[in-house]
T-cell receptor, first 116, second 115 residues
Framework: IAGITQAPTSQILAAGRRMTLRCTQD?????MYWYRQDLGLGLRLIHY???????GKGEVPDGYSVSRANTDDFPLTLASAVPSQTSVYFC???????????????FGSGTRLTVV | AQSVTQLGSHVSVSEGALVLLRCNYS??????LFWYVQYPNQGLQLLLK??????LVKGINGFEAEFKKSETSFHLTKPSAHMSDAAEYFC?????????????FGAGTRLFVKA
């Protein structure tokens, strides 16, 4: 079934450690996104990529980095984890058109990260 | 800048009753509007969307939403709630004023369905 695969599904991480959350899609979508979901705050955009080779900062980028070496993969790296990065992380992708993204997003199942 | 407001963080209905989840957006130009549903321990799933054309849009699982430009609203409804509808619902907006058509999500409304 076409979709997005995120790994790991959950992780407990010591503060100060480096961690990479993996995201792979098989739909050949141009655009990919990383969101974090926190209770009462909804989803907040961390980083995005409109096409392979380009990335951009979202609403809450500090402490996170991304890369987009190819169309399918969009890993999110926490260079030095802090407890405030405890959250559920969702990767998403979408088709894009010349007028913008109006097709809606496909989401992965999420990674639950706890930083202690 | 565009924003999305969902009225009510929690809504409780009885099984068989009408479901109404409210969403208002702020935008100076007609946006693209979406509703997503999230079941426990899962990612978000697109329920329905409005881009252009007919203002009443139908989605999966019997849900529908109506785009009302004069009220800047995009409320989600379902005539008869089912226990399986219990989930969290997110309204979202995308358009030229969201920074390159990125999607902005509301804070979510959790729907409870009582037997």
């Amino acid at each position: 079934i076409a979709g997005i695969t995120q790994a790991p599904t959950s992780q407990i991480l010591a503060a100060g450690r480096r961690m990479t959350l993996r995201c792979t899609q098989d739909m050949r979508h141009n655009a990919m996104y990383w969101y974090r979901q926190d209770l009462g705050l909804g989803l907040r955009l961390i980083h995005y990529s409109n096409t392979a080779g380009t990335t951009g900062k979202g609403e809450v980028p500090d402490g996170y980095s991304v890369s987009r070496a190819n169309t399918d993969d969009f890993p999110l790296t926490l260079a030095s984890a802090v407890p405030s990065q405890t959250s559920v992380y969702f990767c998403a992708s979408s088709r894009t058109s010349s007028g913008g993204s109006n097709y809606g997003y496909t989401f992965g199942s999420g990674t639950r990260l706890t930083v202690v | 800048a565009q924003s999305v407001t969902q009225l009510g963080s929690h809504v409780s209905v009885s099984e068989g009753a009408l479901v109404l989840l409210r969403c208002n957006y702020s935008s100076s130009v007609p946006p693209y509007l979406f509703w997503y549903v999230q079941y426990p321990n899962q990612g978000l799933q697109l329920l329905l969307k409005y881009t252009t054309g007919a203002t009443l849009v139908k989605g999966i699982n019997g849900f529908e939403a109506e785009f009302k430009k004069s009220e800047t609203s995009f409320h989600l409804t379902k005539p008869s709630a089912h226990m399986s509808d219990a989930a969290e619902y997110f309204c979202a907006v995308s358009g030229p004023n969201t920074g390159g058509f990125k999607t902005i999500f509301g804070a979510g409304t959790r729907l409870f369905v009582k037997a």
